[in-house]
């Protein structure tokens, strides 16, 4: 099946910690990006990529960063410089101006 | 500035009614519109999208979405609402080739029994 797989679903850091979540698509899309939701915020555009080892900042980049190494690929690092990562992440890949989403990761810093 | 706004935070409707969720945007160029679906602790469905030609575009789970570009509006309606409606829904604006998407703030709908 094609589709974009994000992993785990659940995720729980403690401060200070840096945490990775991962992102896969085999739709063969060229860009892709991650997004973070908060509620009554919408989402909001962190990192995004339109090819392979090339990505541009977003909105609220400060604290994560990102590596696009495979098209199938585009890893989130959330590091200990974002002050609050608790939220709901999601990434989604796109083509001719369309853009489809992932199930998501729930990061909850304890 | 560009920017998307979805008016209403919270709509309920009851069960085979009809629905209208509303969408205006703020954008310099010819708009590409998109009206997206997310049920609780999910990723977002794509319902339709707008990018030209007939203002009337058919979506899935028999949704529709007509733009006016005189009201900068991409208002979303589905005739008779299903109890598995109830979710949050997204408008979304872009333009071509930019590959960012501005999102509205989300409208959540509640279904009556």
């Known amino acids: 099946d094609g589709g974009i797989t994000q992993s785990p679903k659940y995720l729980f850091r403690k401060e200070g910690q840096n945490v990775t979540l991962s992102c896969e698509q085999n739709l063969n899309h060229d860009a892709m990006y991650w997004y973070r939701q908060d509620p009554g915020q919408g989402l909001r555009l962190i990192y995004y990529?339109?090819?392979?080892?090339?990505?541009q900042k977003g909105d609220i980049a400060e604290g994560y960063s990102v590596s696009r190494e495979k098209k199938e690929s585009f890893p989130l690092t959330v590091t200990s410089a974002q002050k609050n990562p608790t939220a709901f992440y999601l990434c989604a890949s796109g083509k001719a101006d369309t853009q489809y989403f992932g199930p998501g990761t729930r990061l909850t810093v304890l | 500035a560009q920017s998307v706004t979805q008016p209403d935070i919270h709509i309920t409707v009851s069960e085979g009614a009809s629905l209208e969720l509303r969408c205006n945007y703020s954008?310099?160029?010819?708009?590409?519109l998109f009206w997206y679906v997310q049920s609780p602790g999910q990723g977002l469905q794509l319902l339709l999208k707008?990018?030209?030609?007939?203002?009337l575009v058919q979506g899935i789970k028999g949704f529709e979405a007509e733009f006016k570009r005189s009201q900068s509006s991409f208002n979303l309606r589905k005739p008779s609402v299903h109890w598995s409606d109830a979710a949050e829904y997204f408008c979304?604006?872009?333009?071509?080739?930019?590959?960012?998407?501005?999102f509205g703030t989300g409208t959540r709908l509640k279904v009556l029994a």
């Open positions: 954008y310099g160029a010819t708009p590409y």
């Open positions: 979304a604006v872009a333009s071509s080739g930019t590959y960012k998407y501005i």
């Open positions: 990529s339109q090819i392979v080892n090339d990505f």
């Open positions: 707008y990018f030209s030609g007939d203002t």
